[in-house]
Structures are given as structure tokens and as C-alpha cells.
Antibody, heavy 117, light 108 residues
Framework: EVQLLESGGDLVQPGGSLRLSCAAS????????MDWVRQAPGKGLEWVST????????YYADSVKGRFTISRDNSKNTLYLQMNSLRAEDTAVYYC??????????WGQGTVVTVSS | EIVLTQSPATLSLSPGERATLSCRAS??????LGWYQQKPGQAPRLLIY???KRATGIPATFSGSGSGTDFTLTISSLEPEDFAVYYC??????????FGQGTRLEIK
């Protein structure tokens, strides 16, 4: 069974940094691209970032480009999202997802990031 | 950026009724469209991909149709557990995919 478990969410001040992790199990991690998708309180879904299976290529939404960095450690079956220069509008539940043919197909339960002073 | 517009914003129906949800793209996405269900406090779940293919474990009461710019998700007979928020998502210009704003399906 495919399982994804996010961690690292917290309350952080504006301008601060946070690193999210997503531990994967139940599939060959390196064979799949992985996505981060977020959902602000009471709002819809927003794609944040994608990384290819070998980690060679990364992609970002304009709203986070230059501030967030996606990475992965295939030896540890773990996906990361380094978030710097955080803003109030980054407050959201952050989900990691297994990307199958361009669709976030299996999702974790999410981790909450709150940016507030 | 490809914009997806879902309608209606809210749909009120009774169990046993048929639900029809719409998603319109600002430009053609071919058949590269998916549908997701999200219940309160839960992560989204993929229902349909490539416009009409059911994801693993999704019952046949859910069906998708359409191509180009106009797409439909149909739930043939609503069960109590089907009341949720539904999102469409395009992967035409992967990985820069986008989601619609959602349709809330509520019990009448």
C-alpha cells in the first residue's frame, strides 16, 4: 500500500524558514515524480512544486519561485520542501503526492504551516 | 496559465439523485483532465484521470466525459458519502498543472 507521511509543519514568523518532509513507502520511490500541493484555510488547491524521479528537474509555481526549494533523497524515500522568506499568504496545509502521469494520485494527510507574528 | 472554471459553485441534491458537475478550461487541455473528491479534514482523492478513466478503487457510479475545453463529472446515484467538494485539475502543460476552484456538493 502506498503511504505518504508529511511532517515539519509549524507556526513560524514572517520572513522565517521551515523544512517539510514527506516519508514514502509502498512503492519504488525513485520511479515517480513527486508533487507538493497546498490548501490555504477555506480555499482551494494550489500546486506548489514538482520534482522528477531522479531529482534532476524541479518546477515551481510563480508564487513560491526563488523562495522554496524541492528536493528528494531516494536512498531514504523522502521528499523535502525547504521554505524560506515565508509570508502570511503561505499559510496552508501542505500535501505531498505521488505523481502518476501528471496527476497527484496518492496524497499524504498534510502538514499545517502557519505564518504569523 | 490555463484557468479552470467549475460550475456550479454549490450543488444541492438529495441521495439517490444524479449529480452533474462542470469544468471549463480557458484553452484546450485535450483529455488531460482529472477530478478529485475532498471531504472535510481529509486529503483529496483522485477519482478520474484523462477525462474519463476511473482511478483504482473508484466505483462505477462516478464517470467523466469531455475533451478540449469542456468536461463533466457525473455521479449517477448519490450516496451519503458522496457529499463533498470536487475539484478538476489539468495536466496539459505538466508539471505546471492547475486546479479549478471547486464545486461543493451538499445534501438538499
Amino acid at each position: 500500500e502506498v503511504q505518504l507521511l508529511e511532517s515539519g509543519g509549524d507556526l513560524v514568523q514572517p520572513g522565517g524558514s521551515l523544512r517539510l518532509s514527506c516519508a514514502a513507502s509502498g512503492f519504488i520511490f525513485s520511479n515517480y515524480a513527486m508533487d507538493w500541493v497546498r490548501q490555504a484555510p477555506g480555499k482551494g488547491l494550489e500546486w506548489v512544486s514538482t520534482i522528477t524521479g531522479n531529482g534532476a528537474d524541479t518546477y515551481y509555481a510563480d508564487s513560491v519561485k526563488g523562495r522554496f526549494t524541492i528536493s528528494r533523497d531516494n536512498s531514504k524515500n523522502t521528499l523535502y520542501l525547504q521554505m524560506n522568506s515565508l509570508r502570511a499568504e503561505d499559510t496552508a496545509v501542505y500535501y505531498c503526492a505521488q505523481d502518476i502521469s501528471g496527476y497527484p494520485s496518492v496524497w499524504g494527510q498534510g502538514t499545517v504551516v502557519t505564518v504569523s507574528s | 496559465e490555463i484557468v479552470l472554471t467549475q460550475s456550479p459553485a454549490t450543488l444541492s441534491l438529495s441521495p439517490g439523485e444524479r449529480a452533474t458537475l462542470s469544468c471549463r478550461a480557458s484553452q484546450s487541455v485535450s483529455s488531460y483532465l482529472g477530478w478529485y473528491q475532498q471531504k472535510p479534514g481529509q486529503a483529496p482523492r483522485l477519482l478520474i484521470y484523462d477525462a474519463s478513466k476511473r482511478a483504482t478503487g473508484i466505483p462505477a457510479t462516478f464517470s467523466g466525459s469531455g475533451s478540449g475545453t469542456d468536461f463533466t463529472l457525473t455521479i449517477s446515484s448519490l450516496e451519503p458519502e458522496d457529499f463533498a467538494v470536487y475539484y478538476c485539475q489539468q495536466r496539459s502543460n505538466w508539471p505546471l498543472f492547475t486546479f479549478g476552484q471547486g464545486t461543493r456538493l451538499e445534501i438538499k
